[in-house]
């Protein structure tokens, strides 16, 4: 069965709305609890939240390759919690995060909710944007501190061996 261009479109923006999604997901669950807490109270008319799952704490098992390319092995377990709600419309957001922080994960699971909604995705993108840009900042000055820190080796060559 072959698709047509208009079925190859109509997959295309799926997967391209669901990069987008992934994307504020990801951010959502790197934000801190007071940038969220904070994004929420700016809201001024805050949607009817019902919770539908959690918050639930549980383990997942965190895998690691040695270089980056070598063979998974299991490094160990971390924390996480996640959320999922229901808005008034029947949007459904979920929301995790590291640790033990059910109100972050909620908190992202709202936002989650917010950014399926053509209206209110704007004003989330301005949060994530925030996010984003806090993130390069510290990832930034990671780099400058491990710069600072860097020896180079080097051999010099003595005499024609």
């Known amino acids: 069965m072959t698709m047509t261009s208009t079925q190859k479109s109509a997959e295309s923006a799926a997967k391209g709305a669901a990069g987008e999604r992934q994307r504020a997901m990801g951010l959502l669950a790197k934000a801190s609890r007071a940038e969220l807490q904070a ?16 918050p639930e704490t549980g383990l997942v098992m965190v895998r690691g390759r ?18 999922s709600i229901r808005l008034e419309d029947g949007t459904v957001g979920h929301g995790q995060s590291l640790g033990t922080d059910g109100a972050k994960a909620r908190l ?41 820190t860097r020896v180079d080796f080097f051999t010099m060559v003595r005499g024609e061996d």
């Open 66 to 83: 040695i270089g980056g390319g070598g063979a998974p092995f299991n490094l160990g377990e971390a924390t996480v919690t996640r959320a």
């Open 39 to 54: 994004a929420w109270d700016a809201i001024g008319d805050k949607p009817v939240i019902q919770p539908v799952r959690g």
């Open 108 to 148: 992202a699971a709202a936002f989650d909710a917010l950014f399926q909604q053509p209206a209110r995705k704007a004003e989330v993108e301005r949060l994530l944007d925030a996010i984003a840009s806090r993130i390069a900042d510290e990832d930034a000055e990671k780099a400058r501190q491990t710069a600072a």
